[in-house]
């Protein structure tokens, strides 16, 4: 069995990507938090703990934020 028809390989290539490696937070846990009124990056941190551990994730996160604030924002 190769990695691509290994099952686990599958499902972990099937979930969101991991932003946040350290505290494992996804892309959609990110934009959940933001829907949820977290529209700062400390906000979003509080509510999803990412960016609290080597923080080398911290410019991807702001990013996210930026994309999924409600316009006007
Ligand atoms: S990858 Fe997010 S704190 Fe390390």
Known sequence: MDAETDPGNLFALMRPPRVCICRQVSEDDIRRAVERGAHTFEAVQ??????TG?????QAVRALIRRYL????
Do not use: A, F, R, V
């Open 70 to 73: 409600p316009e006007g924002s």
């Open 54 to 58: 080597c923080g080398t994730c911290e």
């Open 46 to 51: 509080q509510q999803t703990d990412c960016s």
